[in-house]
T-cell receptor, first 116, second 115 residues
């Protein structure tokens, strides 16, 4: 299957700082990427849908000014957690697929964010 | 919106036994149902999927069945092995509109296979 990478795999930051997480599709062009958050022993919760060249669509309850998403190219999407707080500590996972018709979503390995 | 319920939340089996995980969905327009395996500290890995025009799909020891009328689908793992131990998630999505293939996930099942 297709390969999706994330960087960094883990990050520790201080409260009040911003952190950027990158999601890349390595062997296909991703017209749509998704960002999820997963708390321990819980399911994946969709945060936003990102389409190349357009603004991201955020799920209800997700602050768009806090979680900035940029999908500047067909192989790269970034999530920036601004003014991070300890409650933002979580496992952030991206996924990608190559078109509206193709349904298979391929997930990245995730990024563990810890805010101290 | 779509709601996916998954059962059981935990499942413990002996090596060689079969394991079955069941999911129900609420949106009759959903037409794509993937299953993911997630190991600790890793992202989900697609293991099998089924589309609404098919009732069953099999890939070696893994099979998925779909009952559109009842709106439920199941994952079947035969001849389980310790390396099958992980968290399994079902999901559902629908075509068309602005959903872009957005997935709704079940709550997950922790499968433990004892040697």
């Amino acid at each position: 299957g297709a390969v999706v990478s994330q960087h960094p795999s883990w990050v520790i930051c201080k409260s009040g700082t911003s952190v950027k997480i990158e999601c890349r599709s390595l062997d296909f062009q991703a017209t749509t990427m998704f960002w999820y958050r997963q708390f321990p022993k819980q399911s994946l919760m969709l945060m936003a849908t990102s389409n190349e060249g357009s603004k991201a669509t955020y799920e209800q309850g997700v602050e768009k000014d806090k979680f900035l998403i940029n999908h500047a190219s067909l192989t790269l999407s970034t999530l920036t957690v601004t003014s991070a707080h300890p409650e933002d500590s979580s496992f952030y996972i991206c996924s990608a697929h190559s078109g509206n018709v193709v349904r298979e979503q391929y997930f990245g390995p995730g990024t563990r964010l810890t805010v101290t | 919106g779509e709601n996916v319920e998954q059962h059981p939340s935990t499942l413990s089996v002996q090596e060689g036994d079969s394991a079955v995980i069941k999911c129900t969905y609420s949106d009759s327009a959903s037409n794509y149902f993937p299953w993911y395996k997630q190991e600790l500290g890793k992202g989900p890995q697609l293991i099998i999927d089924i589309r609404s025009n098919v009732g069953e799909k099999k890939d070696q020891r893994i099979a998925v069945t779909l009952n559109k009328t009842a709106k439920h689908f199941s994952l079947h793992i035969t001849e389980t092995q310790p390396e099958d131990s992980a968290v399994y998630f079902c999901a559902a999505s629908r075509a068309g509109g602005t959903s872009y293939g957005k997935l709704t996930f079940g709550q997950g099942t922790i499968l433990t296979v004892h040697p």
